[in-house]
């Protein structure tokens, strides 16, 4: 209801998003965070696709059945053979993979499968390991996997920074790793 209000419209096809920004508006497309909407059943991305959603992140905060978390113990060794199905779907609808949340190896497994680019939404190069939050960081490596399928990094100005000019820094750095073209904000 306050899309029509603002200058933003949800978006489902990148015709549609051209279309918006040739309007002067925002196209936005509706995405999930955790795959938990999914209910255990990788069939469920054709109806969640249908309803217009183009981006699912795979894991979130809690663990779930989709694949491993950086910040929690490893049980699936990557991405479950459920995570792998839905994957698998998601590349067949075209739709978005976030790996944001991502355990190095779950990372891993999704580029193996992965038709297009992916993204991670919102992460940071590990500064060190006495950083808030530096556990949700990335490393270069983890940054080097998204961005060989043509993906995205959304910079995070987290914690994990001590000061915005930190994170300008560690932007830069970021940059430094993968080349501009696969860095943007992730607020």
Known sequence: ELLPKGKA????????????????????WLACEGSEILDGDPGRVDAIHADGVRSIQLVHYVPNAAGDLQTQPVQHGGLSAFG????????????????????????????????????????????????????RAITPEHAKLV???????????????????????????LVDVVGVDHVGLGT
């Open 84 to 135: 792998k199905a839905v994957v698998k779907r998601m590349n067949e609808r075209r739709m978005v993979i976030d790996v944001a949340h991502a355990a190095h190896d779950t990372v891993k497994d999704v580029v193996s499968l992965a038709t297009g680019p992916i993204i991670l939404s919102h992460s940071i190069l590990k500064i060190d390991d006495s950083r808030l939050l530096n556990v």
């Open 9 to 28: 419209r949800i978006v489902t096809t990148v015709a549609e998003w051209e279309r918006a920004h040739a309007d002067g508006m925002v196209g936005a």
């Open 147 to 173: 961005a060989s399928t043509g993906g995205v990094i959304g910079a995070w100005p987290s914690a994990t920074n001590a000061s915005f000019g930190e994170f300008v820094e560690n932007t830069k750095r």
